[in-house]
């Protein structure tokens, strides 16, 4: 969780939006909270992912109602299932469990912390079903950040040893995303 004040200091560019937009890329499943005295910055918010945006002077009420929204939302994502549809079966896999996941043509691998279920589909079906914390690296490859132990230039090295790879075209979002996941 992360409250971050908007303006900090008077400096035009020391700002808050930008600093999360840098440290906690979108997918970074951290809570944030924004605070300011400065409306004029309320729309501008939304470039980056956000919980809760509160105007000074703060009220206590509206403090807990925020900190109860973010304190949700780390429940929910760390509590959410992804549905697996195999054959006339389908599984509940719990999404923390999920180390990444691979696409070969239309057939996706998901790997977990006990083995791998094979199902049907796309990446970006899958990724709408996903919640906060997992970011795709490649065309074929989504990983879950909270089993990533070491970004190397090329690829991500799980806690498994596996490696899962990151491509040129999505190296700087994974960057981001990976900064962003550390400071969750």
Known sequence: M?????????DEQANGIRAVRELF????ATQVIYLTGYIEYCTEVYETDHVYFLTKPICQVDFDRALARAVEGLKHAASE????KHGHTVIAVPCGEVTFIES???KLEIHTVDGVHDTYGTIPDIMGALPRGFVRT?????V????VTRLDPDEFVLRSGEVVPVSKRRKREVREAFFGNLGR
């Open 2 to 10: 992360l409250i971050a004040d908007i303006r900090l200091g008077d």
């Open 104 to 106: 070969r043509l239309r």
């Open 81 to 84: 299932n992804l549905m697996v």
């Open 25 to 28: 890329g979108r997918g970074c």
């Open 138 to 142: 490649h065309k074929s490859f989504v």
């Open 144 to 147: 879950n950040l909270a089993h």
